[in-house]
Nanobody, 121 residues
Framework: QVQLVESGGGLVQPGGSLRLSCAAS????????MGWYRQVPGKQRELVAS???????NYADSLKGRFTISTDNAKNTVWLQMNSLKPEDTAVYYC???????????????WGQGTQVTVSS
């Protein structure tokens, strides 16, 4: 079984920064991609940023320049550095990973439990 454990959310003032982290553990043979999504009540979950195993990175257009995703492949960990935060960044942020548990199983999509980020003065 694979688990994704997130940390780093909280309350921050507009213009501030937060760094989210997510560590994958359990039965992991290979990690195809890791990333972050966010969701506000009443709206669909949306991509924030993702990085695939080859190093290609994808950001939501509206977040380029403020958010930075990075990974440590050896530790199966992904971070999201969020700068110049705005009230509209308030959401629950979810870690996502595409992981193959063994050499003979197809990759599956896994989600963390979510961490609340609130941007408010």
């Amino acid at each position: 079984q694979v688990q994704l454990v997130e940390s780093g959310g909280g309350l921050v003032q507009p213009g501030g920064s937060l760094r989210l982290s997510c560590a994958a553990s359990g039965s992991i043979f290979s990690v195809g991609a890791m990333g972050w999504y966010r969701q506000v009540p009443g709206k669909q979950r949306e991509l924030v940023a993702s990085i695939i195993s080859g190093g290609s990175i994808n950001y939501a257009d509206s977040l380029k320049g403020r958010f930075t995703i990075s990974t440590d492949n050896a530790k199966n960990t992904v971070w999201l550095q969020m700068n110049s935060l705005k009230p509209e960044d308030t959401a629950v942020y979810y870690c996502n990973a595409v992981i193959a548990a063994t050499a003979t199983t197809l990759p599956s999509n896994y989600w963390g439990q979510g961490t609340q980020v609130t941007v408010s003065s």
